[in-house]
């Protein structure tokens, strides 16, 4: 693969250049991640950064929808729009449907609209472990604004906020236990929460959660990130496409106010660092594919099976191995 005319036709903007590096970034073989590691690092100098807006909730919630109608009324702003949506994969067949693009049939035919799906693989979190480097990918592509779909995920799927700038939380009215709204994980992560199908006869009931979701956000502890209101809890109806300007302003206005205190800076350093320490992590584990592992591994594993070892001596006999 020449990596330097994909670079240049990835700069120039064309969908099936930048369709092609992400199936290159998500690549598992060693070739290939070297030459995925070579293209990022050409493209790093660009200097083409979109905004990043992670989107979570749980199944049923209306994601699709409400990236469909949100992302139709960016791109009628004159933005770019690239969305990457993440499927669960099967853990009995590893297979995936990547469906988002028939779920968001008209913005997957707008010109200023580019949607991927990829599957989540064994990665948990609620992305694919190469979504980030997607990202990239998409920056470099010219695009204004990334969105990040995550699988429909629990508290503790919070990998997105990661690797977004915004991290937005859908919520169903009526979801049932509005305790959830003062726990820890996923709520204290997001910066605007989102309460979707604020139309009909879920309207009012849509309103009520909103209050409940808006005085639990009151009870977390005050980020250092966040200026005076936020995070907040809005109600969206992306069936009506009603709500939606009003979500998009106060997004506007928490980026405005990061970059000018200077989180903005400072929060995608961190991520940085964060996906630096994942990297060696993932990088370790994979060491475990090395046949002398495996050949250790399953003998450790029938010292643990026939009661001659607990797993905790094992475990630590496998990591004194590989030291």
Excluded at 18 to 28: K, M, P
Excluded at 204 to 233: H, V
Excluded at 242 to 251: K, N, T
Excluded at 286 to 296: G, K, M, T, V
Aim: proline content about 3%; charged content about 25%.
């Amino acid at each position: 693969m020449d990596i330097a005319d994909l670079r240049d036709r990835i700069l120039k903007q064309e969908r099936r250049a930048l369709a092609r590096a992400i199936t290159l970034v998500e690549s598992g073989r060693e070739d290939h991640r070297q030459q995925a590691s070579a293209l990022l690092e050409s493209l790093r100098e660009s200097g083409k950064h979109a905004l990043r807006v992670g989107l979570s909730g749980t199944p049923g919630v209306g994601k699709s929808t409400f990236i469909e109608s949100f992302g139709m009324m960016l791109t009628g702003l004159g933005l770019k729009v690239a969305v990457l949506a993440v499927d669960p994969s099967s853990a009995r067949s590893g297979g995936s449907i990547l469906g988002d693009k028939t779920r968001m049939e008209r913005l997957s035919r707008d010109k200023n609209a580019f949607i991927r799906p990829s599957p989540s693989q064994t990665h948990l979190g609620g992305v694919a472990r190469r979504t980030r480097e997607a990202v990239a990918l998409c920056e470099a592509a010219g695009f204004d604004v990334v969105l990040i779909e995550t699988v429909g995920v629990g508290q503790s799927e919070t990998v997105v906020a990661e690797m977004s700038d915004l991290f937005l939380l859908l919520l169903a009215p009526a979801g049932g236990d509005e305790l959830q709204g003062v726990k820890r994980g996923i709520m204290e992560m997001a910066d605007i929460v989102l309460v979707n199908k604020a139309d009909g006869a879920l309207k009012s009931t849509a309103m009520r959660t909103c209050a409940d979701y808006a005085g639990a956000l009151r009870l977390l502890r005050k980020r250092p990130q966040d200026p005076e209101g936020f995070p907040k809890a809005m109600t969206v109806s992306a069936l009506e496409e009603d709500g939606l300007a009003g979500a998009w302003a106060e997004m506007s206005a928490l980026i405005a106010w990061r970059k000018e205190e200077g989180h903005w800076a400072s929060r995608r350093a961190g991520q940085a660092q964060f996906w630096f320490h994942e990297e060696v992590r993932q990088g370790l584990l994979a060491q475990l594919n090395h046949p002398s592992a495996r050949d250790s591994l399953a003998a450790l594993d029938a010292e643990v099976a026939s009661g001659r070892m607990t797993p905790s001596q094992a475990a630590q006999q496998m990591l004194a191995q590989m030291s």
